[in-house]
């Protein structure tokens, strides 16, 4: 395993999911249920499965699309998806 690519993987997933919906979500969905070991093991096993198909179909498409390309659209995508929720906030 390459460190210095799990400590930057980890260091930028962190910050990008610190204070997002799901974190959010797995807050209220604690303080609902007074069940904070489901909610962590549900949660993290979710993000588990996610990471999981994004790094399937990152190394599938790196095989055929260029790097620059594969940035480029997860940015487009990204700020796609911004744009979206401001048009329809509910």
Avoid: N
Wanted: hydrophobic share 55%; proline share 3%.
């Amino acid at each position: 395993m390459d460190k210095s690519v799990f400590l930057s993987t980890f260091a930028t997933l962190f910050l990008a999911e610190f204070g997002d919906k799901t974190q959010l979500a797995v807050v209220s969905l604690t303080g609902s249920t007074r069940k904070p070991l489901s909610v962590f093991l549900g949660a993290g096993a979710a993000l588990v499965a996610v990471t999981a198909i994004g790094v399937l179909f990152g190394q599938a498409a790196s095989r055929f699309i260029p790097e620059l390309y594969l940035k480029r659209c997860a940015a487009l995508m990204f700020v796609g998806m911004g744009v979206w929720m401001w048009v329809h906030p509910d």
